[in-house]
């Protein structure tokens, strides 16, 4: 029988280079995407991860979007290298095992979709939808957006669908938006990789991947599913016309130590004397 699990992939800044609400935002015009972001985030006005569709949806700057303008965005998307190959990779990763690819992220569906063209089939990729005025064709509400708890629901539904055990889902992401589905994955014993430095999320992954290429997810997955030794991994990605160059396995602990001693004398000095 074959031992199927279900690797489930962040979009931003996990496969590409680039943030789709910068690259949307440079090419209507609008300078000021990051500023925009982060006061939503100072109001926890929208969840992690949807600022992008709340502002297409609700701001003045972004009413002007049009699904064309998020399929040409999607093409400006610089994805990381080797993309593609990844994505066949796992199609064929090893005998016995076969690895469901399924990018979820909240960015809008349009852009990955034209992002991923001829790479991830559509019906793997499942992103924020919008429904569309037929006349103007500016966006009218979001269908459904996946982001943070929502992400949560569409994997639990492609698990579903597959018939797979919530211990064999292999979830792949880069910031704090992924914190939920990162904890809930974990919860049920699957497997969770950061892409990233991000402060909160190396905290939850059980492994952390720095790289500039999208194989390079593929080393946790072949340590903790197909348990590979490194020598192993080594012929495998040299079968693939890779070489790991340089691979540094670290921990990283990270403190902040106080001089405690300091501080009753500083609060001597500074609490005023009482005469009996």
Do not use: C
């Amino acid at each position: 029988m074959l031992k199927q699990f279900l690797l489930a992939s962040d979009f931003d800044q996990t496969l590409s280079f680039n943030d789709s609400g910068v690259v949307l935002s440079e090419l209507i015009g609008f300078h000021g995407f990051h500023d925009k972001v982060q006061g939503l985030s100072h109001m926890n006005l929208v969840q992690q991860g949807a600022e992008l569709s709340y502002l297409i949806l609700h701001d003045p700057e972004f009413r002007r979007v049009r699904r064309e303008h998020l399929i040409e965005t999607g093409k400006r998307i610089r994805l990381k290298h080797d993309v593609a190959l990844f994505a066949r990779t796992l199609d064929t990763l090893a005998d016995g095992y076969k690895i469901h690819f399924n990018v979820v992220s909240a960015a809008p569906q349009e852009i990955i979709q034209s992002a991923l063209e001829g790479i991830v089939p559509p019906e793997r990729i499942h992103g924020t939808r919008f429904r569309y005025n037929e006349s103007t064709g500016e966006v009218e509400s979001i269908i459904r957006a996946t982001a943070g708890w929502g992400k949560i629901t569409v994997l639990e539904e492609i698990r579903a669908a597959l018939g797979i055990s919530h211990d064999h889902i292999i979830y792949l992401g880069d910031g704090s938006s992924d914190l939920p589905v990162m904890m809930h994955v974990n919860q049920h014993d699957g497997l969770t990789i950061a892409v990233s430095e991000a402060q909160f999320i190396t905290r939850v992954a059980r492994r952390t991947v720095l790289s500039d290429n999208a194989m390079s997810v593929l080393v946790p997955v072949l340590e903790e599913v197909l348990r590979w030794d490194s020598a192993k991994i080594r012929r495998f990605f040299a079968s693939n016309g890779l070489m790991l160059r340089e691979w540094d396995k670290m921990r990283t602990d990270m403190l902040t130590i106080q001089d405690t001693s300091i501080e009753p004398l500083a609060a001597a000095a500074a609490s005023p004397t009482v005469a009996n």
